[in-house]
Every structure is written in structure tokens, then in C-alpha cells.
Antibody
Framework: EVQLVESGGGLVQPGGSLRLSCAASGFTFSSYSMNWVRQSPGKGLEWVSYISSSSSTIYYADSVKGRFTISRDNAKNSLYLQMNSLRAEDTAVYFC????????????????WGRGSLVTVSS | SYELTQPPSVSVSPGQTARITCSGDTLPKQYAYWYQQKPGQAPVLVMYKDSERPSGIPERFSGSSSGTTVTLTISGVQAEDEADYYCQSADSSSTCVVFGGGTKLTVL
């Protein structure tokens, strides 16, 4: 089955750190660019970060730049998000999302999403 | 960065046509994409490149574009279509992905 499964969320104090993981299965993970997208409780979607298939290109939203680090391990079919200096406004469900790719060309939209992992930043 | 604007809510009766709009200054130059999200679930892509429907999405879903506005149209709305709908676009020059604020579709 083609799927993405996030893990690693939980409760963390302001200023703390957390590492999210996303396990991919059912497709050739190494051929796809990947993203993290978050959704604060009761709010809309916010793109967080992007990583190309080979990790050669990485982008971040301004709201997390300098605090979050995206990475991947193609041998383990896994995507990661290291979150440092967490703030209350980082509280959200974090989704990993696969970029649509065709013929080796990946686009800026998402054709497969995980169910999400909840991160709560609170003292 | 730029913004995409959606109406907060749209309500229709079963069998009617729902139209959800998304407005943004970059939409004449960039494609728009649409996602459906039901409570407690992950978003699902229902339209890409303004008017292309992914496999598995019912034919009652269609998309169109005119100037700075894109529209997701659901013809013959069914109760199962009740969900939040988000438009999304991207600006490759600024490596920026933007989502609209979302529209809650209520089937009366």
C-alpha cells in the first residue's frame, strides 16, 4: 500500500526540541521530493519545508527558517524534521507530503499525505 | 510572499452545484491546486493545474481559471462532499508555497 506514516510528535516545552519522522512505503521514495506541511488547531494549512529527492535542494518557510531542519534517508525510506527552539505558535499537526513527480520532474503540489503527527508546545 | 483568498464558507443543498473561489495576484501566472480535507483526516488532492482531475476523483469535481480567480466546482453535490477545501499555488521564483485560508463546504 502506498502510504506515509508520521511519528515523533508530543508535548514539549517552549524552547525545546523534537524530531519528527515520516516512513514511506509502497513507492520508490528516492525518486520523490518531499515536504512538511502543518496545520494549527482549527486553522488552515501552512507549508513548512521542502527537500529534493537527492537532498541537494532544501527550502524553508520564513516562520521556521533557522530553527527547523529537514532531512531524509533514502536507504531507510524516511523523511525527518528536526525542530529546535520551539514556540507556542509551532503547535500543530505536522503532515509529510509527497510532491507530484512525473518523468523525473517534480512539481509544487502534493499528491500523497500522511495522517499527521501532533506537536504541542506548552509549559 | 503572497496570499490566496477563499470565502470562509459555502452552503448548498444536495444535488445543487457548489462553487468555491480562490483569488490571488499570481494566479494568472501560476497554476492552482485544490485539496479536500475531512475532519481528522489528511488532505486529498482533488484538482491540479487549475482543471486537471486526479484519478479516483469523481467527475462531478471540475476546475476553471479566469484572471486572478480560480474556481472549484462540484456539480450534483453529495453529503460526502462536506469538507474543508483549500486552494494552493506556488511561486518558484521565491520558492514559496501558499495555501488559501480554506472554505468549509456545508451540505444542507
Amino acid at each position: 500500500e502506498v502510504q506515509l506514516v508520521e511519528s515523533g510528535g508530543g508535548l514539549v516545552q517552549p524552547g525545546g526540541s523534537l524530531r519528527l519522522s515520516c516512513a514511506a512505503s509502497g513507492f520508490t521514495f528516492s525518486s520523490y521530493s518531499m515536504n512538511w506541511v502543518r496545520q494549527s488547531p482549527g486553522k488552515g494549512l501552512e507549508w513548512v519545508s521542502y527537500i529534493s529527492s537527492s537532498s541537494s535542494t532544501i527550502y524553508y518557510a520564513d516562520s521556521v527558517k533557522g530553527r527547523f531542519t529537514i532531512s531524509r534517508d533514502n536507504a531507510k525510506n524516511s523523511l525527518y524534521l528536526q525542530m529546535n527552539s520551539l514556540r507556542a505558535e509551532d503547535t500543530a499537526v505536522y503532515f509529510c507530503a509527497r510532491a507530484y513527480c512525473s518523468g523525473g520532474n517534480c512539481q509544487w503540489f502534493f499528491d500523497l499525505w500522511g495522517r499527521g503527527s501532533l506537536v504541542t508546545v506548552s509549559s | 510572499s503572497y496570499e490566496l483568498t477563499q470565502p470562509p464558507s459555502v452552503s448548498v443543498s444536495p444535488g445543487q452545484t457548489a462553487r468555491i473561489t480562490c483569488s490571488g495576484d499570481t494566479l494568472p501566472k501560476q497554476y492552482a491546486y485544490w485539496y479536500q480535507q475531512k475532519p481528522g483526516q489528511a488532505p486529498v488532492l482533488v484538482m491540479y493545474k487549475d482543471s486537471e482531475r486526479p484519478s479516483g476523483i469523481p467527475e462531478r469535481f471540475s476546475g476553471s481559471s479566469s484572471g486572478t480567480t480560480v474556481t472549484l466546482t462540484i456539480s450534483g453535490v453529495q453529503a460526502e462532499d462536506e469538507a474543508d477545501y483549500y486552494c494552493q499555488s506556488a511561486d518558484s521564483s521565491s520558492t514559496c508555497v501558499v495555501f488559501g485560508g480554506g472554505t468549509k463546504l456545508t451540505v444542507l
